[in-house]
């Protein structure tokens, strides 16, 4: 967790971020279900280094099972700096019978251009903060969806159960009073229930989302029991971006 203790100077000019909202498979030319293996990865302008957004080894791959699925995320581990272009980086395979037989099934570079973005808003009135990107390559058709944050702020999350059983279940999400769609933090059908150590955190699957400074961060918390059938209960908790 990055820069909990500073506060933002007020001269200090903000810069324009992402937040990756899902990758979609939109389509597959071998149908499904399948098993998706490899990396996503983003480059800024800050330093250039690859900031992880998916990875899965072969060992570990993600189980698909039919069209517009999302891929679990596990990034990016710090906030991505939009103040120029954005790089997106797609090398997914599919796991066959054996590792000589796997069959790449994207392979694709997405550049989010920032100075077609910014002319776009200086010429209209409103700008749509989603960003839809979709790239067809080798035996797919995917879709990377992103938010735009004007004047960001680096949320880092840290959720801590005070009392109650040593094992959280249900699942964790984000989103920004500005863009409402969904993040998903936690999910403990995917991963299973985690259990909480001694310092009692849970172990998120993203713990950063950038904010627009004038915006509300908001978390939806669903919580059961270990029983799949107990009923859920939905906690709303709202965190507004300040200096």
């Known amino acids: 967790m990055r820069f909990t203790d500073s506060l933002i100077p007020d001269d200090h000019e903000l810069t324009d971020s992402l937040n990756v909202l899902c990758l979609k498979i939109m ?3 071998v149908g499904y279900p399948i098993n998706v293996y490899g990396t996503v990865i983003v480059r800024d302008h800050l330093d250039m280094k690859c ?5 899965c080894n072969r060992d570990n791959c993600q189980f698909v099972q039919s069209e517009g699925a999302s891929l679990i995320l596990t990034g990016p581990s710090r906030g991505i700096d939009f103040s120029s272009d954005a790089y997106f980086e797609i090398n997914l395979k599919i796991k066959e019978d054996t590792e000589s037989n ?7 570079l997405i550049d989010v251009d920032f100075a077609a973005l910014i002319n ?10 989603v960003i839809r990107k979709r790239t067809v390559s080798w035996l797919s058709e995917v879709d990377l969806i992103l938010a735009y944050v004007k004047k960001a702020v680096e ?3 840290e959720i801590r159960i005070l009392s109650g059983p040593d094992a959280f279940y249900g699942k964790i999400s ?3 009073s500005d863009v409402p769609s969904h993040m998903l933090l936690y999910d403990s059908a995917v991963h299973g229930a985690n259990t909480l150590g001694t310092d009692r955190v849970i172990q998120l699957l993203r713990r950063v989302v950038a904010v627009s400074v004038d915006q509300m961060l908001i978390f939806h918390i669903y919580a059961r029991s270990s029983d799949q059938n107990s009923n859920i209960n939905h906690y709303i908790c709202e965190l507004h971006s300040t200096n």
């Open 27 to 29: 389509s597959s030319d």
């Open 174 to 176: 984000a989103c920004t």
């Open 155 to 157: 949320g880092t999350i």
């Open 51 to 55: 900031i992880y957004i998916f990875r």
């Open 120 to 129: 776009r808003k200086s010429s209209t009135t409103a700008i749509d903060s």
């Open 102 to 108: 796997d069959r790449q099934f994207s392979k694709a």
